[in-house]
């Protein structure tokens, strides 16, 4: 499903004077890291909690570039799986309204659940306005390098002037180069040649880096391997391939930053680094439905607790108070009018149903203020099967409700205090979780969101689960309902 194309856009926008066109607008690079938690770096990313960081992954880069700018504690991906982010990110829209929540195979009655998925579409469509395609309607040079994984012809179908192509996962396997493990010195190295040639031509320039880290991490450099083998393993963190290719990824955010100085091009440029949702379910050393688990967060990929969607965020640039924090919080999908009133758009050129909101304001505020939004609430869908069942969050201000479709359950959180949700109030609060649960059903229908239906087939005698992936077709993975975070706040 797509929405219709704003015709007046891209003719509005190429009216404006070209004095007003001119190359001293910001410069935007976005960095998006791949399965990566929270606390999946050694930058704090909350000031009053040391957990907040790694305790066995080491980003000196990302260190630096926090000092430089500012962290959001309370900074989220829009969606708890890769594709339906990286649509988000383009569009300014929910996956809900997008009607895109997910990147791996969806259910089906075969699968043996007891709800079946709506099956939805794959494929950025054409008729869809991309922040590519507003950016460079404005002036700006605009580039695409990594993954992709959007289909619809790629990147140059869908505003950018360059890019690696129609990438996806797969293109990341055999990216074992010792010296450019996944591509990540390469991948910035050809966005800095990018960004030099629009300096030459006194363009300015947007450009997205989407690294394939975390993923393939035995692709890890073998000298940042042996490097991490060399030191005392964390009880959070343990796992030595992901700890290399999160170094190893670090030293590729580090090439941008160092070329980015060469250029002379770091005062004005906007410098952003985000994951696209939290970490895989095996990167912590225990299940993250223990009870004592020391990770600050519950979840992982695939659920909308904490620990599937609150990412790291740092972001430097002109007007940005160094080693500051904010925590207000935002969501992926409010880059999109960001960088357009950093481009100098007006709002109301921007294409209809946009939903996030500009962060211009608190950057250059010092972290202090609000996000208008065309909605209050911040919504996390993803009616779903993968590390627990179908479910949907909604955060207002400081509480959060997440829905269960199975057994149709809420749990009600106040992350002022418990960011970790291992205190259920919903029975305690039932007029905060009602209003929650009624403000999360108006949105989804407000937006004819996918909702998972009972599966008249289903057999609880029988097993569940997918079959097959890119590496190995023919493997059964039954579905793992110890995992599900369900199981924490409802226990049996």
Same mark, same amino acid.
């Given at each position: 499903?797509?929405?219709?194309?704003?015709?007046?856009?891209?003719?509005?926008?190429?009216?404006?004077?070209?004095?007003?066109?001119?190359?001293?607008?910001?410069?935007?690079?976005?960095?998006?890291?791949?399965?990566?938690?929270?606390?999946?770096?050694?930058?704090?990313?909350?000031?009053?909690?040391?957990?907040?960081?790694?305790?066995?992954?080491?980003?000196?880069?990302?260190?630096?570039?926090?000092?430089?700018?500012?962290?959001?504690?309370?900074?989220?991906?829009? *969606?708890?799986?890769?594709?339906?982010?990286?649509?988000?990110?383009?569009?300014?829209?929910?996956?809900?309204?997008?009607?895109?929540?997910?990147?791996?195979?969806?259910?089906?009655?075969?699968?043996?659940? +007891?709800?079946?998925?709506?099956?939805?579409? @794959?494929?950025?469509?054409?008729?869809?306005?991309?922040?590519?395609?507003?950016?460079?309607?404005?002036?700006?040079?605009?580039?695409?390098?990594?993954?992709?994984?959007?289909?619809?012809?790629?990147?140059?179908?869908?505003?950018?002037?360059?890019?690696?192509?129609?990438? #996806?996962?797969?293109?990341?396997?055999?990216?074992?180069?010792?010296?450019?493990?996944?591509?990540?010195?390469?991948?910035?190295?050809?966005?800095?040649?990018?960004?030099?040639?629009?300096?030459?031509?006194?363009?300015?320039?947007?450009?997205?880096?989407?690294?394939?880290?975390?993923?393939?991490?035995?692709?890890?450099?073998?000298?940042?391997?042996?490097?991490?083998?060399?030191?005392?393993?964390?009880?959070?963190?343990?796992?030595?391939?992901?700890?290399?290719?999160?170094?190893?990824?670090?030293? #590729?955010?580090?090439?941008?930053?160092?070329?980015?100085?060469?250029?002379?091009?770091?005062?004005?440029?906007?410098?952003?680094?985000? &994951?696209?949702?939290?970490?895989?379910?095996?990167?912590?050393?225990?299940?993250?439905?223990?009870?004592?688990?020391?990770? +600050?967060?519950?979840?992982?990929?695939?659920?909308?607790?904490? #620990?599937?969607?609150?990412?790291?965020?740092?972001? @430097?640039?002109?007007?940005?108070?160094?080693?500051?924090?904010?925590?207000?919080?935002?969501?992926?999908?409010?880059?999109?009018?960001?960088?357009?009133?950093?481009?100098?758009?007006?709002?109301?050129?921007?294409? *209809?149903?946009?939903? &996030?909101?500009?962060?211009?304001?608190?950057?250059?505020?010092?972290?202090?203020?609000?996000?208008?939004?065309?909605?209050?609430?911040?919504?996390?869908?993803?009616?779903?099967?993968?590390?627990?069942?179908?479910?949907?969050?909604?955060?207002?201000?400081?509480?959060?409700?997440?829905?269960?479709?199975?057994?149709?359950?809420?749990?009600?959180?106040?992350?002022?205090?418990?960011?970790?949700? @291992?205190?259920?109030?919903?029975?305690?609060? +039932?007029?905060?979780?009602?209003?929650?649960?009624?403000?999360?059903?108006?949105?989804? *229908?407000?937006?004819?969101?996918?909702?998972?239906?009972?599966?008249?087939?289903?057999?609880?005698? @029988?097993?569940?689960?997918?079959? #097959?992936?890119?590496?190995?077709?023919?493997?059964?993975?039954?579905?793992?309902?110890?995992?599900?975070?369900?199981?924490?706040?409802? +226990?049996?």
């Amino acid at each position: 499903m797509t929405k219709p194309r704003y015709s007046g856009l891209l003719t509005i926008i190429l009216m404006m004077s070209t004095v007003s066109l001119a190359a001293d607008r910001p410069n935007i690079v976005l960095m998006i890291s791949d399965d990566q938690a929270w606390y999946g770096t050694s930058v704090q990313m909350h000031p009053d909690m040391p957990n907040s960081k790694s305790d066995f992954y080491r980003t000196p880069r990302l260190e630096e570039l926090a000092s430089q700018g500012m962290r959001f504690t309370d900074a989220y991906a829009p *969606a708890t799986v890769c594709s339906a982010t990286r649509a988000s990110l383009q569009t300014g829209m929910t996956p809900a309204k997008n009607h895109w929540t997910k990147a791996a195979p969806i259910a089906t009655a075969s699968n043996n659940f +007891p709800l079946i998925p709506i099956q939805h579409r @794959k494929a950025l469509s054409t008729e869809e306005i991309t922040i590519g395609e507003v950016l460079q309607a404005a002036g700006y040079r605009t580039a695409h390098y990594g993954k992709w994984h959007l289909l619809g012809g790629g990147p140059a179908m869908h505003g950018y002037d360059e890019s690696d192509g129609e990438t #996806g996962n797969a293109n990341a396997d055999p990216l074992n180069d010792p010296d450019n493990p996944l591509d990540v010195i390469g991948m910035s190295e050809r966005a800095l040649d990018f960004m030099r040639r629009a300096d030459e031509a006194n363009e300015p320039f947007f450009a997205q880096i989407s690294y394939y880290p975390l993923h393939v991490q035995q692709n890890a450099s073998p000298e940042t391997i042996a490097r991490v083998e060399a030191r005392p393993k964390g009880e959070v963190h343990s796992n030595v391939l992901i700890a290399a290719i999160t170094e190893d990824l670090d030293t #590729g955010v580090g090439v941008l930053m160092d070329g980015l100085g060469d250029l002379g091009l770091s005062d004005n440029t906007y410098l952003i680094y985000i &994951g696209d949702n939290g970490h895989r379910p095996d990167d912590n050393n225990m299940a993250n439905n223990r009870a004592d688990n020391p990770a +600050p967060l519950v979840g992982d990929k695939g659920n909308v607790s904490e #620990g599937g969607i609150r990412v790291p965020f740092i972001i @430097k640039g002109p007007g940005i108070e160094p080693n500051s924090w904010s925590r207000v919080p935002i969501v992926g999908y409010d880059l999109f009018p960001t960088y357009a009133e950093w481009a100098e758009i007006d709002p109301s050129d921007l294409p *209809a149903g946009i939903e &996030g909101g500009s962060i211009a304001s608190i950057l250059a505020n010092g972290g202090d203020g609000e996000v208008e939004r065309s909605t209050e609430e911040l919504i996390f869908h993803f009616p779903h099967y993968q590390v627990g069942s179908p479910q949907t969050a909604i955060r207002l201000g400081d509480y959060k409700l997440i829905k269960y479709y199975e057994g149709n359950k809420t749990a009600l959180f106040d992350l002022s205090v418990d960011i970790g949700e @291992k205190h259920n109030l919903a029975m305690k609060m +039932p007029e905060k979780a009602a209003d929650l649960e009624t403000r999360l059903d108006a949105y989804l *229908a407000s937006v004819n969101a996918d909702i998972p239906i009972i599966n008249p087939d289903y057999d609880p005698s @029988k097993p569940t689960g997918f079959t #097959g992936n890119r590496r190995d077709p023919n493997r059964f993975f039954p579905h793992n309902s110890a995992r599900d975070v369900k199981r924490l706040y409802f +226990p049996e």
